[in-house]
T-cell receptor
């Protein structure tokens, strides 16, 4: 079974631009979560979607948004990029017959804001 | 709020030795799950092992085992017979609903 995939793997943007990251969960998983990882703040929870609805949200400004499609694929959008948004963005999926409570992560998208 | 504390920023271990990575947690939830993930330099978070708060036995997965002491709120990861490929960052995490709260991690380096 294929794992979680994220595209693109690397991205370079300039301040003020916006960016969209994509995540395809493991087949059959309906929950998708997003995390930001930076050297200074570590791993922080952004939000989680289940059946196209946002169920949980972390403490991030409104510039960070997301959505989930009917096939469970999810996108995350960051508008008006700031230098501090440079980070590894990790997506995780959860759900299925086994290990229903375990989140499985994708390879991440490394975003650099110049 | 939930909190994970990992007090070992870095560890160096000889190949084939066993290693214990420390993790203590704080939560007011009566039911919770504890996880360990491995993050190689490539960046991907790899799930290693899970322990439920009501599980009677310590979790094991191959060379990984979890030393779960609920009263002390600790969930230490034990890696037996370490290998060079075990060199990575290791994160302990606690789950509340679908949100994982991570510790700051331990960088493990295996020495040949």
């Amino acid at each position: 079974k294929a794992g979680v995939t994220q595209t693109p793997r690397y991205l370079i943007k300039t301040r003020g631009q916006q960016v969209t990251l994509s995540c395809s969960p493991i087949s059959g998983h309906r929950s998708v979560s997003w995390y930001q990882q930076t050297p200074g703040q570590g791993l922080q929870f952004l939000f989680e979607y289940f059946s196209e609805t946002q169920r949980n949200k972390g403490n991030f400004p409104g510039r960070f948004s997301g959505r989930q499609f009917s096939n469970s694929r999810s996108e995350m959008n960051v508008s008006t990029l700031e230098l501090g948004d440079s980070a590894l963005y990790l997506c995780a999926s959860m759900g299925g017959a086994l290990g229903a409570d375990t989140q499985y992560f994708g390879p991440g998208t490394r975003l650099t804001v110049l | 709020a939930q909190k994970i504390t990992q007090t070992q920023p870095g560890m160096f271990v000889q190949e084939k030795e066993a290693v214990t990575l420390d993790c203590t947690y704080d939560t007011s939830d009566p039911s919770y799950g504890l996880f360990w993930y491995k993050q190689p330099s490539s960046g991907e978070m790899i799930f290693l092992i899970y322990q439920g708060s009501y599980d009677q036995q310590n979790a094991t997965e191959g060379r990984y085992s979890l030393n779960f002491q609920k009263a002390r709120k600790s969930a230490n990861l034990v890696i037996s017979a370490s290998q060079l490929g075990d060199s990575a960052m290791y994160f302990c995490a606690i789950a509340r609903f679908e949100k994982l709260t991570f510790g700051t991690g331990t960088r493990l380096t295996i020495i040949p």
